[in-house]
């Protein structure tokens, strides 16, 4: 074999391996990942978090599991009321729900709707009985809420929902610091 038979294998070998290497791979897992905390009773969970009822079933509401029973409903989007998208592992979501519940016991305040996504519902009932917060919430495991008013990934992600059925986001404050925020919001 001469030498340019040698570099030419050569080559020819590091390229295939430099294929190999950069092949994209499927990298989403088969199953979803385990939590490393035992597996709580939902039940138990829901006793403690104590959360107001969730409102009446509405006509061409999308399907959502109510966190204070578990019963599954029809979240109509009839306003004014105010959705907000959270998730257990959210930091700003963490320190805006606090301030939705304290909006939300004003007189005259709308009807807030917290949406619990990309999490467990005994993750989101064990955070909500951690932060006091009583809201009437439900569990949009299947993410149709989210896709029915087009919110983005990001979380979280707030919605005024008017009377007359119109959706528009809340983007000024991307979170809401203080209750005066979110009246205003909803005017």
């Not at 107001?52 to 009839?78: M, N, Q, Y």
């Not at 009807?111 to 006091?132: I, K, N, Q």
């Amino acid at each position: 074999m001469n030498n340019r038979t040698r570099w030419l294998v050569l080559v020819l070998v590091l390229g295939v391996a430099g294929v190999v290497a950069l092949w994209p791979r499927d990298r989403s897992p088969q199953s979803p990942p385990a939590s490393t905390r035992p597996t709580q009773d939902v039940a138990a969970l829901r006793a403690q978090a104590q959360l107001r009822a969730c409102h009446p079933a509405g006509e061409g509401g999308v399907d959502v599991t109510c966190l204070g029973d578990g019963t599954r409903t029809a979240l109509a989007l009839k306003g004014p009321m105010l959705i907000n998208f959270w998730a257990t592992w959210c930091q700003p979501c963490q320190a805006e729900l606090p301030v939705l519940e304290t909006y939300a016991k004003q007189p005259g305040a709308v009807p807030v709707v917290p949406v619990l996504v990309e999490s467990r519902e005994a993750d989101g009932l064990e955070l909500l009985a951690r932060l006091g917060v009583r809201l009437p919430s439900v569990y949009d495991g299947a993410d149709e809420l989210r896709k029915r008013v087009k919110a983005p990934m990001t979380l979280p992600a707030t919605f005024v929902v008017g009377a007359d059925g119109s959706v528009r986001q809340v983007t000024d404050p991307p979170y809401f610091t203080a209750p005066e925020q979110v009246e205003k919001a909803v005017r």
